[in-house]
């Protein structure tokens, strides 16, 4: 995994995103402290006030202010100042899409699960996204709505194993339809990426397994420039 200090992004962000990992258990007190979601906009903080357990309304402020520190310092300008909108949808066009920075300076995504939020910045389009591991049952029941070549694959893994590798192929097609902006609005049968060790190649796009504690399963996905595509063909 491509990991960065804060306010600083990759030589080449055009090939590789900054990621950074957030344990929740480790800034969650800070984050109900007096002032702590100053920074936040009113939707935010109308959004966080929504959760009814606190371990959930912990993992979005924990996760929301995380970003808007990040950028904040990208972009030099205070945390509170970011503005963040919505990108049209690519698939209904409504303006429900994928997260952005008004004008594009940069681009970020972000994804919590669990004790773990995961932030991605890039000078290009790019989705992450990580997952606890299935129950068994729960993987199994959830086969059906992948990709035909995807459930061939999770079908030959042992039981003990599904969970894992049933996550590494989620977080892969999450992170790619949230780089694309689609989001869920394509079905997850469309997009093969793949439930083997390697992630399958995709045209304009670089798909890669992050290193995560174990139980969690993440991946990024980053849109290619036309130099990048050339060289992967």
Avoid at 87 to 101: F, I, L, Q, S, T
């Amino acid at each position: 995994m491509t990991t960065a200090a804060s306010g600083t992004m990759d030589p080449d962000p055009t090939r590789c995103p900054a990621v950074h990992v957030v344990r929740v258990s480790e800034h969650a007190f800070g984050a109900r402290a007096p002032g702590a979601l100053e920074p936040l906009s009113a939707e935010e903080r109308e959004r966080a006030a929504m959760f009814v357990h606190e371990p959930d309304r912990d993992r979005y402020l924990v996760a929301h202010l995380a970003l808007r520190r990040e950028l904040g310092v990208l972009l030099g300008v205070a945390p509170g100042e970011v503005r963040i909108a919505r990108a049209d949808c690519p698939v209904c066009g409504g303006p429900h899409g994928r997260p952005r920075v008004p004008g594009d300076p940069l681009h970020f995504s972000l994804s919590h699960a669990g004790d773990l939020v995961l932030l991605a910045f890039a000078a290009v389009p790019v989705g992450v996204d990580v997952e606890e591991y299935p129950a068994v049952r729960t993987a199994a029941e959830t086969l059906g709505a992948l990709h035909p070549r995807e459930q061939s694959e999770l079908g030959e893994v042992g039981e003990a194993a599904l969970p894992a590798a049933f996550a590494r192929c989620w977080t892969r097609k999450e992170a790619y339809l949230k780089g694309t902006g689609s989001g869920l609005g394509e079905d997850p049968s469309v997009t093969y990426v793949s439930a083997l060790d390697k992630p399958a190649a995709l045209p304009g796009w670089r798909l890669t397994d992050l290193p995560v504690p174990a139980g969690y399963a993440a991946a990024s996905a980053l849109r290619l420039t036309r130099s990048d595509d050339a060289r992967t063909r």
